[in-house]
């Protein structure tokens, strides 16, 4: 069995969800006089490839600690909406079962293709990967429920729509954009298609269901997408923890991953080694040009 990585790169440059604790490094000891280099961290837990667990949104859920490993590791199903969504669009289930299949029971990673304006990318934005991101509508929140999904995990800021969260308070002219678009492809105002009652719904509604969600995904997602995979998401085994940080990765059999290194060096690379598909962009952008036409 071999492995691909869907880890983000983590480092003090690494952005956390706005407003949270950023990482933070100090040397506590080094090799000069105390023959050992041991360093203190400072950080929240919603930074990088992260696990929100059900008690970030949901008093009476599972800590970290709690969630097995039969659950952590399973079949996924590997989805590319980047062909379908730009800056501030709403991914349905349609969208997902059209381009790939979707079983009862499954882990659902979905690309948006918005990790490639994350800060390890030579395209790097960090607004447009925590603030124009696609997401779901309660359509999508009540598929997943019927299709009993394990966990679901995305390449973006957020399983929610970013103007579905309180960002829509704090980018304000980010927020009139985003209504727009709404009301060019809806008819009606983001206030009222994502009104009070859909608040932060793929966490508040999902998590007492048991179907958390996996934020910031993205390493080698590219050379992944449309596909069924064996998908696994190790946190820390971390009692009383609301989320974690984490490292997920998909598995592979040896010809399988032979044939996706070849894949890979005909890729371009970003500076931590990881191949990207730069034609994700071109997508990402033709969408988004109609939305804000």
Same mark, same amino acid.
């Given at each position: ?26 040397? &506590? ?156 492809? &809806? ?5 009222? &298609? ?77 500076? &931590? ?21």
């Amino acid at each position: 069995m071999r492995f691909i990585d869907l880890t983000v790169p983590l480092g003090v440059a690494t952005p956390p969800w706005p407003t949270y604790e950023p990482l933070q490094i100090k040397y &506590f000891k080094r090799l000069a006089p105390n023959g050992a280099n041991g360093q203190v961290l400072t950080h929240s837990n919603h930074l990088g490839t992260h696990l929100d667990g059900e008690i970030h949104f949901y008093t009476p859920g599972k800590d970290i600690a709690a969630l097995t490993m039969d659950y952590l590791v399973h079949e996924a199903a590997v989805v590319d909406l980047s062909d379908a969504c730009g800056d501030y669009d709403v991914y349905t289930s349609k969208m997902v079962e059209d381009r790939v299949e979707v079983k009862e029971g499954d882990i659902l990673i979905i690309h948006t293709g918005y990790h490639h304006f994350g800060w390890d990318m030579p395209t790097a934005d960090e607004i447009r990967y925590m603030v124009k991101h696609p997401g779901p509508d309660r359509e999508f929140a009540l598929w997943a429920k019927q299709k009993k999904l394990r966990w679901i995990g995305v390449d973006c800021g957020s399983a929610d729509h970013p103007m579905n969260t309180i960002i829509r308070d704090w980018m304000p002219r980010q927020a009139r954009q985003a209504d727009k678009v709404f009301q060019k492809k &809806f008819g009606k105002p983001l206030a009222e &298609f994502f009104d009070d009652s859909k608040y932060q719904l793929m966490h508040i509604e999902m998590f007492p269901h048991g179907i958390i969600h996996a934020e910031c995904l993205g390493g080698e997602i590219d050379l992944l997408l449309n596909r069924r995979v064996q998908v696994g998401f190790f946190p820390w085994r971390f009692v009383d923890g609301e989320s974690s940080i984490g490292r997920c990765v998909a598995m592979l059999d040896d010809q399988e991953y032979e044939e996706l290194m070849a894949q890979k060096e005909k890729l371009p690379k970003t500076k &931590f080694g990881d191949a990207f598909n730069p034609a994700h962009v071109q997508q990402i952008e033709t969408f988004t040009k109609k939305n804000l036409d």
